[in-house]
């Protein structure tokens, strides 16, 4: 399984998120993307290899880039962090159906916890399939 982690920058919320997702992705190979045109250039030559997508929109700009792209992100499951609780803001990235939304203002154990519960159903939705012929 893979993850793959969009951060654009590397300020104290990039760091603490990117701690995060190492915790509840722990086993898991995370591919780190810094900067739109590094998430647009993996995100179209991926290969269905991608399990959870984690957005982090540090500012209303970057929610702006990420919502330009929303159609190469239309069938991955996404973890979207916004940049604050603004019913604008928040609505914008509910168009992009996130499978969970957080903020830039918490401390992303939430985020963590989640993305850890969604491994895990992965895993169990993979041992139940049947294998390939």
């Known amino acids: 399984m893979s993850l793959l982690l969009y951060v654009n920058g590397t300020n104290g919320d990039a760091e603490r998120l990117r ?3 190492e915790h509840g992705g722990t086993g898991h190979c995370i591919e ?3 900067g739109k045109s590094s998430l ?3 995100l179209r030559m991926r290969k269905f290899d ?3 997508v984690i957005l982090h929109a540090a500012s209303r700009t ?3 880039e990420i919502l330009s792209i929303r159609q190469l992100l239309d069938d ?3 973890i979207l962090i916004l940049p604050d609780r603004d019913h604008d803001t928040i609505a914008q990235g509910l168009t992009l159906r996130p499978r969970y939304l957080s903020f830039t203002d918490g401390d992303f ?3 963590s916890a989640v993305l850890a519960k969604m491994l895990r159903f992965s895993r169990k939705g ?3 399939r049947p294998a390939s012929i």
């Open 76 to 78: 991955l499951r996404t």
């Open 32 to 34: 780190i993307c810094e």
């Open 62 to 64: 970057d929610l702006d």
């Open 50 to 52: 991608l399990d959870i």
């Open 126 to 128: 993979s041992e139940n």
């Open 19 to 21: 701690h995060a997702v």
């Open 40 to 42: 647009i250039g993996r």
């Open 109 to 111: 154990g939430d985020v």
